[in-house]
């Protein structure tokens, strides 16, 4: 299972983004799918997930409010929308995928640059 992230870019502060994963195996269903994100210097951190069967969404408190998560409906995937972006917002995001009876993210995607200026 490969996950594949991109949308990621050089922006303002203000501006928004749209980050997309898509999940190479199309057989694969996994139990969640998320949006993780790691700054020069920081822990890699939890920006939203979704569950994959029951739609439930939990987002860092960072991102409430001004990031969105939702589901590739044509194929197994996420994307993240993210709005009035803030230079603190500078990270590779990366997206993973649980699969069912996994306690771990145990796919990720290569990661995907973002940086905010001000």
């Known amino acids: 299972v490969q996950l594949q992230a991109s949308g990621g870019g050089l922006v303002q502060a203000g501006a928004s983004l749209r980050l997309s994963c898509v999940v190479s195996t199309s057989t694969f269903s996994p139990a969640s799918m998320g949006w993780f994100r790691q700054a020069p210097g920081k822990e890699r951190e939890l920006v939203a997930s979704?569950?994959?069967?029951?739609?439930?969404?939990t987002y860092a408190d960072s991102a409430k409010g001004r990031f969105i998560i939702s589901r590739d409906t044509a194929n197994t995937g996420v994307y993240l929308q993210m709005y009035s972006l803030k230079p603190e917002d500078t990270a590779v995001y990366y997206c993973?995928?649980?699969?069912?009876?996994?306690?771990?993210?145990?796919?990720w995607g290569q990661g995907t640059l973002v940086t905010v200026s001000s």
């Open positions: 993973a995928a649980r699969p069912y009876r996994a306690s771990t993210w145990k796919y």
């Open positions: 979704i569950h994959w069967t029951t739609s439930s969404i």
